[in-house]
């Protein structure tokens, strides 16, 4: 069987020598190469030895989140998978109020005011007041904070 099929394949796994964004890369190539192939259920075991070699690796970089334990997965998966973990990795180390305001899916002047308030965590670089920057962390305490609207039901009057 191709790739290994059911029993894992220990060349699969990329060199512990890489950085942890070139282990991702290359393990999310190698995904795509089974995805395109004539039989890529034939790669299900490799593609979850892979998932759960590089999320041990996750955990140990700060991305636990993004961390996942399979005992089959597709290549398709897999690679989906791999792009958040690289996604992660390419995240500025601090953004300005745009940046975060992209990132957050809202426009410049909610995150302004965000900040005013006390609800979205930044601080100031640079003299006098400074310059606002946020930290990915504080992207993420606002998002666990955040609570959304429910859904409310207008009645049309005639």
């Known amino acids: ?35 395109s192939s004539p039989e890529p259920d034939a790669y299900y075991a490799d593609a979850a030895a892979l998932v759960n070699a590089l999320s041990v690796q996750a955990r140990r970089e700060g991305a636990g989140h993004l961390a996942e334990r399979w005992e089959l997965c597709s290549p398709s998966h897999a690679m989906s998978v791999f792009g958040r973990m690289l ?3 390419d995240k500025p180390a601090v953004m ?17 005011d965000l900040i005013a308030t006390g609800k979205l965590g930044h601080h100031r670089v640079g003299h006098g007041r400074g310059r606002i920057r946020i930290s990915p962390r504080d992207i993420e305490q606002y998002q666990s904070r955040a609570v959304r609207p429910a859904f409310r039901h207008f009645r049309l009057h005639a």
Do not use: D, Y
């Open 96 to 112: 300005t109020v745009k940046q975060a305001a992209e990132a957050l899916g809202i426009c410049e002047r909610l995150a302004r």
């Open 1 to 35: 069987m191709p790739g290994g099929g059911a029993v894992f394949n220990a060349a699969v796994l990329p060199p512990k020598a890489m950085n942890f964004k070139s282990q991702l890369t290359a393990a999310f190539n190698q995904c795509r190469h089974w995805a």
């Open 87 to 89: 996604a992660w990795i």
